[in-house]
């Protein structure tokens, strides 16, 4: 019985002395101006065992922990807008109250601007980005917030600084419970540029200048067509240049570059100034001279100038032109000019022919020219037959004349010769000169027609022929109407006239007019024949014969002109 009695007596004393350990906790939560803080998460740790482990404060302000076992506890208190607390207890037996007091969360920044020598920098731009908020540095460079909101203990922000003549700069703070310091630093506005400058083919040019006007700045394209330009200081973080090029023998060029923080590059492609001719063409005189053919190597094609004497090439390949010229008149010439990139104007002077016609000369007010031949070129557009070339003037050294003469060798004269020119004239006035040096020539001057008809006995004619032929002192003028073959020939004599005996090595002028069936034959400056033809024919092709009487016989033709008429026509007027 003894035995169960101590054995309950330490059962008992088990259950008191247990009794005697068990705490209960009072928590009151509040703010920084001791107002209760509800709904306030409370957890406690470091005992054994917490009924319910953890709670909220109540509208109060209080949470309560009850039959806590353990000597100490960590207490944690955290609420919406505040920073979370945590209070170390050592617990008492009994109800232990403690008050735990919030902080409401509000972060205070300090931040220095200073540039990239660590100076500071005063009246600064900052801004806090997500907090709307900002400041202004102060003289030490440093703008300061205090309170600055936020929903949990920590917060990231960025900050962005802007100042005037540098470059604006951001970074990223974490805001903390404790207060921030930080610094930024900005680089003063300098941009750096370089510049390549090339030509068509994209070959580099150098010494080349490169002008940068906004910051009066200008230098020279190195070997590789390069400029480069480094801390060029700027007003504004972004700024847009006018790059300027010149080089010699290119034309100019200009471009627009955005300069930035990180650099900028800009190729520049310059165009090759061409040679260009600007020619003109003139007498001894000076004055400007209408069709001269001028004929450029370089290009391989001629060019023929125009009323003021002008003819132009554009692009030309080299600088040195080789130019050869000719024109009716004058002297045939060769001209090398030394041409500069750009416009090249130039005159060349040409030499008159003496022996040649110039066109404003050839025929007469009221007439329009058709053709000139004077031979000085060397050569003819007729069509002739044997026994008729163009050949130097045996009396007039330089001079170049159309001439017939018998074959060398030959036995006996070589009769009638043709040349005939290709160009068929209706009205007409041909002029011209020839002349005998040696032996009996009877010259003949001529208008082939080869427009088939029937004449008015039913007869076909193939063609119709007027002809003009001074034989001596003997002039006759007739036209001929020849069926097909020249089985037959029909003659219409139109008279015969009697003139002065041509004198050897003489020049003599003629001129023949055709004018809607009006004949009329002049020689030596005189009226020699006319006729009228009451059924003339269509154009024809003009042309001149020559009947050698004797082996040493020639007929020497200068100075051929055809001149179109519109009107009736007489030498003598």
């Known amino acids: 019985m003894r035995q169960k009695a101590m054995v ?13 350990t068990s705490r209960d906790l009072s928590i009151t939560i509040l703010d920084d101006d001791g107002r209760p803080v509800a709904a306030a998460s409370v957890t406690v740790t470091g005992v054994e065992s917490i009924p319910g482990g953890s709670g909220s404060s109540d509208g ?36 232990n109250e403690v008050t735990v007091e919030v902080t409401p969360i509000a ?32 003289a030490s460079g440093t703008a300061h917030w205090d309170g600055l909101g936020g929903e949990s203990a920590t917060r990231e922000v960025t900050v962005s600084v802007e100042a005037d003549g540098f470059f604006p700069e951001s970074s990223e703070v974490t805001l903390t419970r404790e207060p921030t310091v930080a610094t930024v630093t900005l680089l003063p506005i300098a941009f750096d540029l370089s510049v390549a400058v090339v030509d068509g083919d994209g070959s580099p040019i150098s010494g080349a200048t490169v002008d ?61 100034i061409p040679f260009d001719l600007a020619l003109q063409m003139t007498d001894a005189e000076g004055s400007a001279v209408e069709g001269v053919v001028v004929g450029l190597a370089e290009v391989g094609a001629a060019a023929q100038t125009d009323a003021a004497g002008l003819a132009s090439w554009f692009d030309l390949p080299s600088g040195v032109a080789k130019l050869t010229h000719s024109a009716q008149g004058y002297l045939p010439g060769e001209t090398t000019l030394e041409l500069v990139r750009g416009p090249n104007e130039v005159a060349v002077a040409m030499e008159r022919d003496p022996f040649g016609i110039l066109p404003s000369e050839a025929c007469p007010a009221g007439t329009t020219l058709v053709l000139i031949e004077d031979f000085q070129d060397g050569r003819t557009d007729w069509g002739v037959e044997a026994g008729w070339a163009v050949e130097p003037d045996p009396t007039e050294p330089g001079n170049l004349v159309l ?25 007409v006035l041909v002029r011209g000169v020839w002349r005998t040096d040696t032996g009996s020539v009877s010259p003949l001057v001529g208008r082939a027609t080869f427009v088939p008809f029937t004449n008015d006995d039913g007869i076909e004619i193939e063609w119709t022929g007027y002809a003009a032929t001074v034989a001596g002192t003997a002039v006759q003028m007739y036209r001929n109407d020849s069926t097909p073959g020249e089985t037959e020939v029909f003659h219409t004599f139109f008279g015969d006239r009697r003139v002065q005996w041509p004198r050897l090595g003489e020049w003599r002028p003629f001129e023949w007019v055709i004018f809607e069936g009006d004949l009329a034959f002049w020689l030596d400056g005189q009226v020699v024949m006319t006729a009228t033809d009451p059924n003339p024919p269509e154009a024809g092709r003009i042309g001149f014969a020559a009947d050698l009487h004797s082996l040493d016989a020639a007929l020497l033709l200068d100075n051929v002109v055809f001149c179109e008429l519109t009107g009736p026509y007489d030498p003598g007027a």
Request: with cysteine; hydrophobic share 45%.
């Open 107 to 138: 972060f205070e920044l300090s931040l220095t601007v200073r540039d990239d020598r660590d100076q500071a920098v005063a009246g600064a731009l900052v801004g806090l980005n997500g907090l709307d908020a900002e400041g202004v540095t102060d």
């Open 403 to 427: 001439m017939a003469s018998s074959a060398p060798g030959a036995s006996e004269p070589s009769g009638a010769h043709a040349a005939v020119h290709g160009i068929d004239v209706l009205n």
């Open 212 to 272: 940068l006007s906004a910051f009066d700045e200008s230098s020279a394209t190195d070997d590789s067509g390069r400029v480069v330009w480094s801390g060029l200081a700027g007003s504004t973080p972004t700024q847009m240049v006018t790059v300027s090029v010149e080089a010699v023998d290119f034309y100019p060029e200009s471009v627009n570059q955005m300069l930035t923080r990180d650099g900028s590059e800009v190729s520049v492609q310059l165009t090759l």
């Open 60 to 95: 109060e302000g209080l949470a309560l922990f009850e039959g806590l076992s353990g000597e100490s506890v960590t207490i944690g208190v955290e609420a919406d807008g505040f920073f979370p607390e945590t209070v170390d207890l050592a617990l008492e037996g009994g109800v």
């Open 8 to 20: 309950l007596m330490a059962a008992v004393s088990l259950i008191v002395a247990a009794c005697s």
